[in-house]
């Protein structure tokens, strides 16, 4: 199918691009094109203007410090993911986005443009959500950072505004000695998640939890973190008895109704799997201090 008829502008500037959004209100922002372009070719999005922000100066970049990774808008997934400064201080990244699609679209498609189309189902806002991190958005008014858990309202709606363009990601670092580690259930490779959970977890030298994070995506509306599990978990030397506790906690966290290929209880089932191999996993790795 072809899209809608549409006016396409490639400004330059930042000030250019947000004001051309904030002149149409059915322009919109065009990055990657990989989910953007087949959303129009199934008339399932019909926008008027598409302002293409791959030439827009100082969109380009990744910075690696003590805050952690700092994304710029126009970084494409493969950039990230194989970027040897991240891989060294949070290889977690690099875990997460071999599950985002396969390499032609993540060449082409952005890490800011996944967050900004925020499908509860994609790995790269459950990692905002996961690392606690957050987007700045720059529109009419200025510059405004939203943390992670206030980005993501609910399926496919955040809370940039249409005349906003979210300049950055900011992703914060590991904790010291922490272990992580993510996985998915997926019909096919390269697939959305059906579900999937993320986990980064540190140990004092009993092998009690000093400190859990944990996510999930697929399960509702948006990514989650699982906060009731963390709390059940946090003190514990993850006996059998405390993991059974996280995951039951867990389990109302799954909100999406029965689908076509998919179930609720079936959901809930993967939930629970993730959520123990992925402590497990993690746990592992903060007790070895690997980073691979
Ligand atoms: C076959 C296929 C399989 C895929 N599988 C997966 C998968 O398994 N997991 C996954 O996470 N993704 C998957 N994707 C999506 C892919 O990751 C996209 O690259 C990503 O979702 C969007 O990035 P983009 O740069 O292409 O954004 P675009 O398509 O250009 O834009 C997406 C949306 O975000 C808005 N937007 C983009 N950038 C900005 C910005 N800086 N500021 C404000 N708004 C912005 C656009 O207006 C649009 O609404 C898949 C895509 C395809 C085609």
Same mark, same amino acid.
């Given at each position: 199918m072809k899209p809608p008829i549409f006016d396409y502008q490639a400004p330059v500037t930042i000030a250019d691009a947000v004001r051309l959004l904030a002149g149409d209100a059915d322009a919109v922002v065009l990055a990657g094109g990989q989910t953007l372009l087949p959303a129009m070719n199934f008339r399932a999005a019909n926008p008027t203007l598409l302002v293409d922000i791959q030439h827009v100066a100082g969109l380009r970049g990744i910075a690696v410090g003590d805050d952690g990774v700092v994304v710029k808008a126009m970084v494409r997934h493969r950039e990230l993911e194989l970027d040897a400064a991240v891989l060294r201080v949070n290889p977690l990244v690099a875990e997460v986005m071999q599950h985002v699609a396969h390499i032609p679209i993540r060449t082409r498609g952005t890490v800011v443009g996944s967050l900004c189309?925020?499908?509860?189902?994609?790995?790269? @806002?459950?990692?905002?959500?996961?690392?606690?991190?957050?987007?700045?958005?720059?529109?009419?008014?200025?510059?405004?950072?939203?943390?992670?858990?206030?980005?993501?309202?609910?399926?496919?709606?955040?809370?940039?505004?249409?005349?906003?363009?979210?300049?950055?990601a900011r992703f914060p670092p590991l904790? @010291?000695?922490?272990?992580?580690?993510?996985?998915?259930?997926?019909?096919?490779?390269?697939?959305?998640?059906?579900?999937?959970?993320?986990?980064?977890?540190?140990?004092?030298?009993?092998?009690?939890?000093?400190?859990?994070?944990?996510?999930?995506?697929?399960?509702?509306?948006?990514?989650?973190?699982?906060?009731?599990?963390?709390?059940?978990?946090?003190?514990?030397?993850?006996?059998?008895?405390?993991?059974?506790?996280?995951?039951?906690?867990?389990? @109302?966290?799954?909100?999406?109704?029965?689908?076509?290929?998919?179930?609720?209880?079936?959901?809930?089932?993967?939930?629970?799997?993730?959520?123990?191999?992925?402590?497990?996993?993690?746990?592992?790795?903060?007790?070895?201090?690997?980073?691979?």
């Amino acid at each position: 199918m072809k899209p809608p008829i549409f006016d396409y502008q490639a400004p330059v500037t930042i000030a250019d691009a947000v004001r051309l959004l904030a002149g149409d209100a059915d322009a919109v922002v065009l990055a990657g094109g990989q989910t953007l372009l087949p959303a129009m070719n199934f008339r399932a999005a019909n926008p008027t203007l598409l302002v293409d922000i791959q030439h827009v100066a100082g969109l380009r970049g990744i910075a690696v410090g003590d805050d952690g990774v700092v994304v710029k808008a126009m970084v494409r997934h493969r950039e990230l993911e194989l970027d040897a400064a991240v891989l060294r201080v949070n290889p977690l990244v690099a875990e997460v986005m071999q599950h985002v699609a396969h390499i032609p679209i993540r060449t082409r498609g952005t890490v800011v443009g996944s967050l900004c189309h925020g499908d509860p189902s994609a790995e790269m @806002p459950l990692l905002l959500v996961l690392l606690g991190g957050s987007v700045i958005a720059q529109g009419p008014a200025g510059q405004r950072e939203i943390a992670a858990e206030d980005f993501f309202q609910s399926f496919l709606t955040t809370a940039r505004r249409q005349d906003e363009i979210v300049v950055e990601a900011r992703f914060p670092p590991l904790p @010291p000695g922490a272990g992580w580690a993510f996985d998915e259930v997926t019909r096919r490779h390269g697939d959305y998640a059906i579900v999937g959970v993320g986990c980064v977890l540190a140990l004092d030298d009993d092998g009690r939890v000093t400190g859990v994070r944990l996510a999930a995506c697929g399960i509702a509306d948006r990514p989650v973190r699982l906060k009731a599990a963390e709390a059940l978990l946090n003190g514990t030397a993850l006996g059998v008895s405390d993991l059974d506790a996280a995951v039951a906690a867990s389990l @109302p966290a799954v909100t999406q109704p029965d689908e076509m290929h998919v179930s609720a209880s079936y959901r809930r089932r993967a939930l629970g799997t993730l959520i123990r191999r992925m402590v497990a996993k993690a746990a592992q790795r903060a007790r070895t201090g690997t980073m691979q």
